[in-house]
């Protein structure tokens, strides 16, 4: 059995004798204390926080000197979330090539974008909701994200063909589903942000932050 197995078959075997936990000191140490006792409590302090190391992020984080553009991806149990930082001049050729009008080519560029893919890897269907999702600032202020829907309300008074690259901001997505999309942060290329983002997968909300979130820059480092 793998070492997170043990430890929450013994969690489980701990509930059931709950009443025992009474005899154990409030802040034991290793100091006159029966060798016995302090495991307990070192394995009551880590069935507290097993919920939480359940669901611990890894995070893998990929630069490339030559853009300058640092590739996030996160690994969640049951989730996984990737953010590609898009240059401005990328995601304008991008919208460009889909005939839009000039002055929302540029405005684009007011915009750091991420070439966004979300997957349910669980049993279980998984939820999510950008308008939920925070990002904070160096100067520790909260925003929101720009959603499609706010997207689409700016602009609905001309016809333009560029929902299609933009990423649903609510959706249900079963076991073994997947999206992918833009996302936009109102911030401009070369920014830095804390992303707050939620999920909830079967009947549980789960919320976790990726620090240091880079904007591609405007221009590569050699350029």
Known sequence: MKPEGV???????????????????????????????????????????????????????????????????????????????????????????????????????????????????????LHYDLTRWRYVTPDGKTHHLKTKSQWLEEWKDRSLAFRWVLLHEEQTYQPGDWGQGFTTVPLPAGSVFDLHYSWTQGDKTYEDKIENVHCAPTTPPDA
Not at 10 to 37: M, S
Not at 79 to 93: K, N, T
């Open 7 to 125: 430890l929450q078959a013994k969690c489980g075997n701990l509930r059931q004798t709950g009443a025992q936990f009474k005899r154990l000191p409030r802040f034991a140490r290793n100091d006159g204390v029966p060798g016995e006792v302090y495991m307990h409590y070192l394995l009551i302090t880590a069935c507290l926080f097993w919920p939480l190391l359940l669901n611990a992020a890894e995070v893998q984080r990929e630069f490339n000197p030559q853009t300058g553009i640092e590739r996030v991806q996160v690994e969640h149990p049951g989730f996984s979330l990737r953010l590609l930082p898009l240059s401005p001049d990328y995601v304008a050729a991008v919208f460009s090539a889909r005939g839009l009008p000039r002055d929302i080519v540029e405005a684009t560029r007011a915009y750091c974008t991420f070439g966004t893919i979300l997957k349910n890897t669980g049993q279980q269907p």
